[in-house]
């Protein structure tokens, strides 16, 4: 009766955790404001809705497609990435998986054997540290600082590699923190991986439309990156497409082939209808995704400004992807009578329970001092949301 060591060995993603007892308390008629879920509250634009409409209608998609995808819409993807990011990707490198998060398990499961070690830039996602464990490799975090807005330098990086490592794994845009990094800084740590033949990194870009900064530089595109480089991507958050479930890999072949093997064994392909609307969103006029981040940027505006306003919250700027990373530290040992909060994971569940706020505790991201908030939501929830957390904040002693 008891369950395998390595299921043992992770944690329940703490995101779906949080909404789910989110759900719990809106089933019970509470008005919770949810800021938990990384989910665009935008809805998928309409020209991509109306091929996937049309992709039913023409009734030429009701078979099991290619398990890595159809084959236009991985042209369609190495285009992109040609015009757009500078990396020669071809169709051959590109696997299509149900969300991105099923593209990094394939890659892990095809390149991990146990005891390798895979350093982790923290804070990381919350996926990234059990999908290591799941292969029974050893995930190696690499924490960067609050000075360095919370990201990881070449040094750091060069401290941590050992005889073990197979590969880093980060993103930027990050969640949870937003920081973004800059070219500059992914060639000095491109540098190192170079020093280290063998050396793998696993480059997680899903939130690059949503960056403030004007520069999203792919790991891929760096002189000597394009073979050391797997590149994770998807439509979810550009495009307001998370049910959708449409993620993919961009890699060297010989690593898209493995990946394949992995898919063609466990899912086999990604929903053919959901692809069709893919190739809408990759081919298609980007203006709504313009829009949707201009909207994210006002919004971030806005929580920044309310965040500076609760006493005792340190909140950076982020530079990307729709998430707040405040350090809530200084309420670590107050108590409001009743209950003293310890950690993030105290503060989270009482301010769901008081404040009817749902946000995710710092720890699952590597980081116990912070709190994530997502600010993918509108402006009415986030201004209420933020009010209810400086009130009941300020019942602490």
């Known amino acids: 009766m008891l369950l395998s060591n390595r299921i043992n060995a992770i944690e329940e993603s703490a995101t779906l955790a949080m909404a789910a007892k989110a759900r719990e308390f809106k089933n019970k008629g509470v008005d919770v404001i949810s800021l938990s879920l990384g989910e665009p ?38 285009a992109k990435y040609q015009k757009e990011n500078g990396v020669p990707y071809k169709a051959e490198n590109i696997v299509v998986s149900n969300g991105a998060k099923q593209s990094i398990a394939n890659v892990m499961l095809a390149l991990l054997n146990p005891g390798d070690e895979v350093i982790i830039f923290s804070p990381f996602w919350v996926s990234y540290d059990a999908l290591v464990r799941l292969t029974e490799a050893k995930p190696v975090l690499v924490k960067g600082t609050w000075e360095n807005d919370f990201k990881v330098t070449a040094t750091q990086v060069e401290q941590a590699i050992t005889s073990k490592t197979k590969a880093i794994i980060f993103s930027s845009p990050c969640n949870p923190t937003g920081s973004v990094f800059s070219r500059k800084e992914l060639e000095a740590i491109s540098a190192v991986v170079l020093k280290h033949p063998g050396l793998l990194v696993i480059a997680d870009e899903i939130y690059e439309h949503i960056n403030f900064t004007g520069d999203q530089t792919s790991m891929a595109s760096l002189p000597g990156m ?66 949707m981040v201009e909207e994210y940027r006002q919004r971030r505006e806005l929580v920044y ?35 003293t909060l310890k950690n993030s994971d105290d503060l989270c569940l009482w301010m769901l329970e008081k404040g009817h706020v749902s946000l995710v505790p710092g720890g699952a991201f590597g980081d116990d001092r912070c709190v994530r908030l997502s600010y993918a939501a509108s402006e009415k929830d986030l201004t209420e949301a933020l009010r209810r957390m400086k009130e009941i904040l300020a019942t602490l002693k």
């Open 226 to 291: 394009f073979e050391r480089t797997i590149t994770v991507n998807g439509f979810a958050k550009g495009f307001a497409m998370t049910g959708w479930r449409v993620g993919y890999i961009a890699a060297p072949k010989w690593i898209a082939d493995g990946s394949n093997k992995v898919q063609g064994q466990i899912t086999s392909a990604n929903c053919s209808i959901s692809q069709r609307g893919a190739l809408a969103a990759i081919t298609g006029d980007l203006a709504p995704t313009k829009r």
């Open 305 to 339: 400004r309310l965040l500076k306003e609760i006493p005792g919250v340190k909140a950076n700027y982020p530079q990307g992807a729709f998430y707040f990373f405040p350090d809530v530290s200084s309420y670590f040992g107050k108590s409001d009578g009743s209950t």
């Open 41 to 78: 509250d935008f809805k998928t634009p309409q020209h991509i809705c109306d091929a996937a409409k049309k992709a039913i209608d023409d009734g030429k998609y009701f078979a099991y497609p290619p398990v890595p995808g159809y084959q236009d819409l991985r042209e369609a993807i190495a």
